[in-house]
């Protein structure tokens, strides 16, 4: 299958982010707990969520490239299973349900499964729907549909009950996880990534994203699953062997 370096390499750098944000975290946590509050600095929200809107909008870019999107969904889902069972086992009071993998993964389902009414939708039209809903929904999980620029609803209580609810995007108020993308809203910033893709192939503009400058972040973006699932063991690791002498 044809390679598109660029997209590599920009999943490379992204990966590359995560590695070294998670790093930074680990020492605050582990090192100087007394710094937590760190975590929550605009500096440091602004880098993870940079870090996971890209992972997830380039998913739904190649989520078009890929000729078995529901293989690739399967398996994601399962290291997001994997994820969270490991959690659970090494750390329950800080377990991750319902994060990026699994989000991604339930992303690249539900388009695998829509592909045939999908494709029947203009790119552009697409592309700025998909941003609208991204918009609109940002804030359901805090009760509010809409935002500040258009119109904003509160939402009802009672709709924020169990894990179902919480899987789609409306949290339980007893929900904790380290790491929670629900369905929605990202669901719509991952096809935002799809009809961009869908634009450019019909631009025929595709070709100019073959070839990279970056081979290194290009050999790292192809394997970004398996370095993902390790790079947090290891990290670990590293800060125990660190931290104890």
């Keep these: 299958m044809l ?7 920009w999943r490379g750098f992204w990966l590359v982010n995560m590695i070294v944000y998670h790093a930074v975290w ?11 509050d760190l975590l929550f600095s605009a500096p440091l929200v602004i ?11 380039l998913s739904g870019f190649v989520v078009g490239i890929g000729k078995r999107p529901l293989r690739r969904a399967i398996t994601i889902l399962l290291a997001g299973a994997l994820v969270t069972l490991t959690t ?4 329950p009071e800080m377990a991750i349900w319902f994060g990026i993998l699994t989000c991604i993964g339930s992303c690249m389902l539900l388009t695998s499964w829509l592909l045939p009414l999908l494709r029947r939708v203009p790119a552009q039209a697409g592309w700025w729907l998909s941003a609208l809903f991204f918009a609109l ?24 009950s169990g894990m179902i609810a919480t ?4 949290p339980d108020p007893q929900f904790q996880s380290l790491d929670y993308f629900p369905l929605f ?7 935002n990534g799809y009809f961009l893709f869908r634009h450019g192939a019909a631009k025929g503009q595709l070709s100019k994203l073959v070839t990279t400058n970056f081979p290194i972040l290009a050999l790292l973006g192809r394997h970004t699953l398996p370095i993902y699932l390790l790079h947090q063991p290891i990290l670990y690791l590293l800060f125990m062997i660190f931290l104890s002498t």
């Design 3 to 9: 390679r598109y370096g660029k997209l590599d390499s």
């Design 26 to 36: 680990d020492l605050l946590f582990f090192g100087t707990p007394q710094r937590l």
């Design 47 to 57: 880098w993870q969520q940079a870090i996971c809107w890209s992972f997830i909008w």
């Design 88 to 91: 659970l086992w090494v750390w």
């Design 137 to 160: 929904t940002f804030q359901v999980a805090d009760g509010i549909l809409g935002n500040a620029f258009l119109f904003s609803i509160a939402l009802p209580e009672y709709w924020y």
């Design 167 to 170: 899987y789609f995007g409306l």
């Design 185 to 191: 809203p990202w669901i719509f910033l991952f096809l």
